[in-house]
């Protein structure tokens, strides 16, 4: 178990300021993080506004108080190497020891930590994790070629060997239905799992060199997702398998990765394939790119992102080692 370790204050804030910013580019503020070259990512907010994340690189949970600026870090194992958190409605956390074979619970109360290990051997990398509406956690496994699924009420863990070799299953969402629906980076494949009958079904892209790395969906659960190794947006049709694609502004090298979703079902994308990134957001009504906007960090890349539905805002962490905010809804 480890214990808090210490509260920091912020050195450094980056901001785009509205007063700068043209027709087409929104704000973006990024708070630099204390404990340096730590790959700070895959932010998550929760119902006290803290913003969760964690050090990839350096082996930490984390969270940035807004209003003070400052940030409280809790140590894990050396070695954990943790990938994605996510915090339930009770306040726990849960990380993904990507390096460790298991996925990790915290009590920021406390700061004890419970570890689940992967109940096969081959599954040793636990990657991005989401609740569904029941409160069980999906989870991918990248090099395990795995899908997993942690039922809260049991503690089981269910792995969903991936039939495609090398399919790298890697970003993952829920839809409406509780069935989570899975980005295969290694192949030209999205995969969704019968949440009944964990039966797991793929999608074909139609371009053989496609690589989707992320993905979300709107409110009427389309499938959406950014093609890594094309420059492309993509959206797969669940009902007919169709997929069509846009290039994205930056162009085939544009390498598009952290992804999100607002409340008016626009799609937002970083550009990680550019110095700085760019942030990119797609109006599925108009399909058209309706708005550019450079990371003021430069960002290194973009990893995941997460819409904070309450205060209409994007939050992502950098390889620049910061973490930022973009507003999306301004009322």
């Known amino acids: 178990m480890k214990k808090l370790l210490a509260v920091l204050g912020v050195s450094l804030i980056w901001c785009a300021g509205s007063a700068s910013l043209s027709a087409n580019e929104i704000e973006i503020e990024e708070w630099v993080v204390p404990w340096e070259e730590s ?3 895959d932010p998550f907010v929760d119902s006290e506004g803290r913003v969760w994340f964690v050090g990839q690189r350096s082996h930490y949970v984390a969270y940035l108080d807004v209003d003070s600026g400052e940030f409280t870090k809790f140590d894990l194992t050396p070695g954990t190497g943790p990938h994605n958190l996510i915090v339930d409605k009770e306040g726990d956390v849960w ?8 996925i990790g619970r915290l009590d920021p109360e406390t700061g004890e930590i419970a570890k689940y290990p992967m109940p096969d051997p081959a599954a040793k990398d ?30 089981e863990i269910q792995l969903v060997e991936v039939p ?5 299953p890697y970003g993952i969402v829920i839809d409406s239905t509780n069935r989570p629906w899975i980005a295969e980076v290694g192949t030209n494949k999205i ?5 009944e ?17 992320r993905l ?12 890594y190794a094309r420059g492309s947006l993509g959206h797969l049709d669940p009902t007919t398998g169709k997929a069509e694609e846009w290039l994205s502004p930056g162009g085939s090298g544009s390498k598009p990765y952290g992804m999100a979703v607002d409340s008016r079902d626009r799609i937002w994308f970083v550009e990680t394939g550019s110095d700085p990134n760019q942030f990119v957001g797609f109006d599925p009504k108009t399909k058209e790119f309706f708005s550019v906007t450079k990371i003021p960090s430069g960002g290194g890349a973009i990893r995941h992102m997460m819409f904070n539905r309450s205060a209409g805002e994007i939050w992502f962490g950098t390889d620049t080692n910061t973490v930022g905010r973009a507003k999306v809804i301004v009322e």
Not at 95 to 102: L, Q, S
């Open 126 to 155: 636990p990657h991005t994790m989401v609740f569904d509406g029941n409160g069980d956690i999906w989870f991918t496994i990248q090099v395990g070629n795995f899908i997993g699924k942690r039922t809260t009420a049991t503690g």
């Open 39 to 41: 790959r700070p990512r």
């Open 95 to 102: 990380y993904a020891g990507n390096r460790a074979a298991h």
């Open 164 to 168: 495609t070799e090398r399919a790298r």
């Open 197 to 213: 009958t964990m039966k797991l079904r793929e999608y074909t892209l139609p371009h053989e060199d496609a690589r989707p790395r």
């Open 191 to 195: 995969g969704t799992v019968d949440p």
């Open 216 to 227: 979300q969906l709107t409110s009427d659960d389309q499938v959406w997702y950014v093609d």
